[in-house]
């Protein structure tokens, strides 16, 4: 038997298994259903989804969306779900609180009208290799629990929080495959096109081929550069490819662009976007570039075009250059969203809004870049990240909000920024204004992960270490957590433990 095709049979039983439970329980409970949903893109595309699931069976539905599915909210909505007997669905949370839910949901509330369809690893699971707790687990939740760790996808990879509603929305009703578009946009919000030139696996693949098959995404093999920049700042201020030369220099980038003979101006007098150029342009920068880095930087061209040329996912439907068309540019909306208090516009905007919302998220989006670039720039420029052996930190201050501290430890780590350290995991921590409490971020690299640091298992140590009862946990390469003010020196410590005891057992 194919593996893959076995775990995917088992995995898509067991989402229907949930929707089965779902559609008896809405027909008995004769009541709205509440969705709770994460604030990034991942957690909005899983609202959405659901959302226009739910609203073309014509049930209906509100939707909540937490920084976090923490203890507090649990006994929030443990209190109140008898009183509302709304049906209830976690999506992109749930699973590293099953055992809370379980306990507030189900022991003490005696309440089951609730699923969970979550890509995290479930609470008290160290990693994917746990698998004996895993297959516990599974066997104890699969009633109101999907979880890709159970048929042994990568949760952190293979699927995302919005892969899942997707999932359950088609097992819903197969009309709902137009909303696969989406669920790729979540699972690019949660960094899973890791694969070379940035192409999906596993379950992703599969959404993919659905958005494919049915017309709405086309795939493009295209520059690894911002599609909606002028083309001289995309290049200049590329994250991820580095040029000596042009990095940083919008004039030299310009005159390297124009020396080729490309006309650099379009017609309302700016510089054209890599979306509007043709594929006979591209091509020549494309080979200008490898040459400048092979010649000039000494880089050999097969680890150059590894990273210059990426698949670029891209929204027929949508208008060529706005940020809907490029998926990634689609997700990076959401997160604005999210992480600036407009969630519902982010919402609307997935389940397809092209007017107000749209409209009102471009705001949105332009603070969200200048509060990325203030924090950035402020942490670089007073050097604000602190060392020990293991671990680097850095503190928010006053300066950087608590919903952006996990976009800025990501850039710091996967966005190649000059100067800074990759060997090692950086954990961002901000003051909440509502709550004695420290929000923590954790974010390793690639090249850490793979050697044996995961940072969700790290998390959860460091606060049994420090006694904490707190939850926390998330994926290898970023997890996170909230830990009291005055235990803030001690936990750190204590990551610093974990990490250098992950570091050396493997
Ligand atoms: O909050 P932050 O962005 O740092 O979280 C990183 C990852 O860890 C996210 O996928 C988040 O959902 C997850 N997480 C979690 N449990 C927590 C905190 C974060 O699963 N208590
Ligand atoms: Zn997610």
């Known amino acids: 038997m194919n593996d893959f095709k076995d775990k995917i049979e088992k995995f898509l039983e067991a989402v229907e298994i949930v929707t089965n439970s779902f559609i008896n329980s809405i027909k008995e409970m004769n009541s709205s259903v509440h969705i709770y949903t994460h604030l990034d893109a991942d957690g909005l595309g899983s609202g959405a989804i659901l959302g226009k699931a739910l609203f073309r069976e014509k049930i209906p539905f509100q939707i909540t969306v937490l920084r976090q599915l ?47 369809l979550d890509h995290h690893l479930p609470q008290n699971v160290s990693s994917k290799e746990d698998i004996d707790l895993i297959k516990d687990i599974h066997k104890k939740t699969f009633q109101w629990h999907v979880n890709p760790y159970f048929f042994r996808f990568n949760g952190s990879l293979e699927i995302s929080g919005a892969g899942l509603s997707y999932f359950f929305a088609k097992s819903l009703n197969k009309k709902n495959i137009d909303l696969s578009p989406i669920a790729i946009i979540g699972a690019i919000g949660d960094i899973q096109n890791q694969g070379p030139n940035k192409t999906f696996f596993g379950l992703n693949s599969l959404i993919l081929e659905d958005a494919q098959n049915i017309g709405l995404v086309k795939i493009k093999n295209d520059l690894n550069f911002s599609s909606i920049k002028p083309l001289n700042e995309a290049i200049a201020y590329s994250k991820e490819i580095n040029l000596p030369g042009l990095t940083g220099d919008i004039n030299r980038s310009l005159i390297f662009l124009q020396t080729l003979g490309i006309l650099m101006e379009n017609s309302n007098g700016n510089i054209r976007t890599l979306s509007e150029l043709n594929n006979d342009e591209k091509q020549k920068i494309t080979s200008a570039i490898i040459e400048y880095a092979s010649i000039k930087l000494g880089v050999e061209p097969r680890k150059i075009v590894e990273n210059l040329i990426i698949n670029r996912y891209l929204l027929k439907n949508e208008l060529t250059g706005s940020e809907l068309h490029d998926m990634a540019e689609f997700s990076n909306l959401l997160n604005a969203c999210g992480r600036t208090n407009s969630a519902s516009l982010g919402i609307a905007i997935a389940m397809g809004d092209r007017k107000i919302a749209y409209q009102k998220s471009q705001e949105v989006l332009k603070n969200y870049k200048k509060s990325l670039g203030k924090s950035l720039n402020w942490i670089q420029d007073n050097q604000k990240i602190q060392q020990m052996e293991f671990i680097q930190y850095f503190f928010g201050e006053d300066v950087i909000p608590e919903n952006i501290v996990g976009t800025i430890a990501s850039m710091l780590v996967f966005e190649r920024i000059e100067g800074f350290d990759i060997s090692k995991p950086v954990f961002g921590l901000v003051k909440r204004e509502d709550e004695n409490v420290y929000k923590v971020s954790g974010r390793a690299h690639k090249k850490i992960v793979s050697k044996g640091v995961n940072l969700s298992q790290a998390i959860r140590e460091a606060c049994e270490l420090s006694q904490l009862d707190v939850l926390g946990g998330g994926h290898p390469p970023a997890a996170g957590t909230k830990i009291p003010v005055d235990k803030v020196d001690v936990f750190l410590e204590n990551c610093n433990i974990t990490i250098r005891n992950q570091l050396k057992s493997k």
């Open 70 to 116: 923490e203890k507090e909210e649990i006994l929030k909505i443990s209190k109140k779900v008898k009183e509302f007997n709304n049906f209830i669905i976690f999506s992109d949370f749930g699973s590293g609180q099953y055992f809370e839910l379980q306990n507030e949901l189900i022991l003490k509330e005696n309440f089951n009208f609730f699923i969970v």
